[in-house]
């Protein structure tokens, strides 16, 4: 009986003791997958996309994450060619107008994917005074200077470098652009900085420095259409932009220097709304506009931290949302987009079939005084930066 009594002893510690090793094991290997997956890297992949008539070569660069999220850039005009997330069933679309060879990107386009500077957005007449010295900006947009004139940021060929840390890539794109290049004052040293995590982040840091006073602002012009289906509008799409007022603009689209209150009018996105609910009701604002082109003064309490707009499909259960330092955003609603740009397999882009969030500041600073200022003096550094978030719902 002692003997059986023992043995039964013996046997339950044994077992006991075999189940813990096993769970500890498990855990460790669940432990260590976890880990695995945490620090798993963004790789970044370099190939060629082209040539340039003048002969230069155009490189494009692949930042891919471990959650289904690929970026691609190229060398000219910073431009975001591709840009595929998952969408809820877990399968990853391009999310962004984008053109397949660079002969299409060197047509005239409306600034598909691309940086825009020295200045976002337009300036009246083209003309502005620093330094008691007026200056006079390419007229591209007769008689104003739209998004940096005729050769602007998004037509340039920048330098690239690759940045690796693991966790993030960074494609970190440099430019000079020289003294009174398009009219603007000062040799103007650029750089634009994309990063993507594994966190479905893309983040756009945008610095420049200049040996001169002048004026700079900054963003990017990705037209989005979040089902991942350009023969979509976006109409559908939900938007939040938290803010209150809009900067009113005249019939050229050009800032009248007045403000005017989103509430009671189709400006008001403090809460999710259809793109298409009132894009077509009558307001003298939206007919300036075509639609929605105009710049929202964004509350943006802490800034780049506050989520300051918001873009949702309910289809693809697709995502988009947007911090930043700037203090406005020009929603824009493809309202020049007319059947004339072709899709990457067959087809053209039509009206409305991508919106651009553009961070920025305010159209036309230089000219209006009560405005945030857009100058940028020797010593000081341009220094901004905008995350778009992708995620599913
Ligand atoms: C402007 C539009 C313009 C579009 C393409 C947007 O940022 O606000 O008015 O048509 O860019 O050029």
Redesign the pocket.
């Known amino acids: 009986m002692n003997v059986i009594y023992q043995f039964t002893f013996i046997l339950v510690i044994f077992c006991l003791t075999s189940f813990t090793t096993k769970d500890e094991e498990t855990k460790l290997v669940a432990k260590k997958i976890v880990t695995h997956s945490k620090y798993q890297e963004v790789t970044i992949k370099k190939s060629t996309f082209g040539i340039t008539p003048e002969g230069e070569k155009i490189d494009s660069y692949k930042l891919k994450n471990q959650n289904g999220m690929e970026v691609d850039i190229i060398t000219y005009g910073g431009i975001i060619t591709d840009l595929k997330v998952p969408n809820k069933k877990g399968i990853s679309e391009n999310v962004v107008i984008g053109f397949k060879t660079l002969e299409e990107y060197l047509q005239p386009n409306?600034?598909v994917g691309a940086i825009?500077g020295r200045y976002?957005?337009?300036i009246a007449n083209g003309k502005f005074s620093l330094d008691g010295k007026e200056y006079q900006l390419t007229l591209n947009r007769p008689p104003h200077s739209?998004?940096g004139g005729e050769k602007g940021f998004n037509r340039v060929v920048w330098k690239a470098v690759e940045v690796k840390s693991g966790k993030k890539a960074s494609l970190r794109l440099s430019y000079l652009s020289k003294d009174l290049e398009e009219g603007y004052p000062g040799n103007l040293q650029v750089c634009v900085t994309y990063t993507l995590t594994n966190e479905n982040q893309l983040e756009v840091l945008y610095e420049a420095t200049t040996d001169k006073e002048t004026i700079v602002n900054l963003?990017q012009?990705s037209y989005f259409n979040l089902s991942g289906d350009f023969s979509n509008t976006i109409l559908e799409h939900e938007v939040v932009l938290q803010s209150d007022k809009i900067v009113s603009i005249n019939e050229n689209?050009i800032p009248t220097g007045e403000f005017e209150w989103v509430a009671n009018t189709p400006f008001d996105f403090r809460t999710a709304k259809k793109i298409g609910k009132e894009i077509g009701v009558k307001n003298e604002q939206l007919e300036r506009?075509n639609g929605y082109?105009h710049c929202w003064v964004l509350n943006n309490s802490e800034r780049g931290k506050t989520i300051v707009a918001k873009a949702y499909d309910k289809v693809s259960g697709r995502l988009l949302e947007v911090t930043t330092d700037e203090p406005g955003i020009?929603l824009?609603t493809g309202?020049?987009l007319k059947g004339n740009l072709p899709m990457r397999t067959s087809g053209f882009y039509e009206h409305r079939t991508g919106f651009?969030f553009?961070t920025q500041h305010f159209?036309d600073s230089p000219n209006q005084s009560n405005f945030p200022t857009t100058v940028l003096i020797p010593g000081k550094k341009y220094k901004t930066k905008t995350t778009f978030t992708f995620s599913v719902n």
């Open positions: 409306p600034y825009i976002a957005n337009r739209l998004h963003t012009h689209g506009g082109d020009q824009y309202n020049f651009c553009e159209p």
